[in-house]
């Protein structure tokens, strides 16, 4: 057997650590005699699963005592309803900012719920490449919250900065982004995502929310769109999705053991800076990103010449180095490099790059 190196945005790679305990759980958990699969949600066994992977993440991340970890299904787009419907209705209205291509799918979504008042726009001619200055932001003093995508996965723009929001509830799409690095759990009112990037399987999505952003839905919102539902249950009103909560749970465990999200966050920098070093050292490749809000996770890089793109997604398969093509909105290539992505993929990426400019560029 020989594992690729998987660049894919998402579903993405899981630690090979982390797979190898999940194949040897995986007729029998802890001499229960089952799979986590076929285990019913409210046994002890799960429930101790459970249990266990909430208090790591919340170990992990530092989640204050009155947040809500609520494991959930739908995706992040789900999210993009459900945010407004639970948190719109105190005066109608939201802030978001219009980074990239996500951002623009929950601007369109939280429309239907309520006025959306966009008040950061980065896109020119098109591109999204960069974000304002963290002391150009106004807030809306009748904002019910601030919407913003702290790592567009499809651009690969990350913002450097926390936004201030002061009293207003800050939530964030953290898809892409979420456990790549320390963040201040209570500079946000809301945060969430979904699963297959950075935390397990595709299925699970989390969302972390403060308790009293919770329990005042639209009229009509349906009960599993409202969070209280969630919150009351334990994430355990209706089955959940036992398997990746599971498996969040085994990666919860392999970050404690990288030293945690400090400990990942250096990895990560170190990953992010071989691979945008490589590229800003050659006339071939190039990243059209702002300097200050490149994304640590998301990097698409173009080549000089596009009529090189398929020999060089051809060349880096056959050297194990997969999906690497560009979102098709943006083109070129793009290395999601997640925290499951080893440091020695990227020096086996930039080897190759150096070599494919040399013979080809
Ligand atoms: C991948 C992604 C989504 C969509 O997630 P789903 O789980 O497929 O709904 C939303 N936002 C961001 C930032 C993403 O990276």
């Not at 996770?297 to 060349?315: E, Q, R, Y």
Request: glycine letters at 10%; aromatic letters at 10%; hydrophobic letters at 40%.
């Amino acid at each position: 057997m020989s594992r690729v190196f998987n660049f894919s945005a998402g579903p993405a790679a899981l630690p090979e650590q982390v797979l190898r305990q999940a194949q040897e759980e995986m007729l029998d958990w802890h001499g229960s005699g089952m799979s986590v699969m076929e285990m019913s949600h409210r046994g002890k066994e799960f429930m101790s699963i459970a249990a266990e992977a909430e208090a790591d993440l919340r170990e992990l991340m530092g989640i204050p005592t009155n947040y809500k970890v609520l494991f959930l299904q739908g995706g992040a787009s789900s999210q993009f309803a459900m945010i407004p419907m639970n948190l719109i209705g105190r005066t109608g209205k939201a802030d978001y900012f219009r980074t990239g291509s996500w951002s623009k799918k929950a601007i369109a979504e939280a429309k239907r719920y309520g006025a959306v008042n966009v008040t950061v726009n980065s896109e020119i001619d098109g591109h999204f490449s960069s974000v304002p200055a963290a002391d150009s932001l106004r807030v809306s003093a009748d904002a019910a919250y601030v919407h913003y995508t702290p790592n567009e996965t499809i651009e690969g723009v990350e913002f450097p900065y926390v936004p201030a929001t002061g009293d207003v509830p800050l939530v964030a799409d953290m898809s892409s982004t979420i456990l790549s690095r320390p963040v201040d759990v209570s500079r946000f009112g809301l945060i969430y995502a979904g699963a297959q990037k950075n935390i397990g399987p595709a299925g699970l999505t989390l969302v972390i929310v403060r308790e009293d952003l919770i329990g005042t839905p639209l009229d009509g919102t349906p009960t599993m769109f409202n969070y209280a539902t969630h919150a009351d249950n334990e994430s355990m009103y209706n089955t959940p999705p036992t398997y990746g909560w599971y498996l969040a749970g085994l990666v919860f465990k392999w970050l404690k053991g990288v030293g945690g999200l400090e400990g990942m966050a250096a990895i990560n920098q170190r990953k992010a800076d071989l691979l945008y070093n490589a590229i800003d050292g050659s006339d071939f490749y190039s990243n059209p990103v702002d300097l200050a809000c490149r994304s640590w996770m998301n990097v698409p890089f173009t080549l000089a010449d596009s009529a090189l793109d398929g020999d060089f997604l051809k060349g880096a398969g056959d050297a194990g180095l997969k999906t690497l093509k560009g979102h098709r909105s943006v083109g070129g290539m793009r290395a999601s490099i997640y925290n499951a992505m080893p440091e020695a993929g990227i020096q086996a990426l930039v080897d190759f790059m150096g070599e494919f400019e040399r013979t080809r560029g």
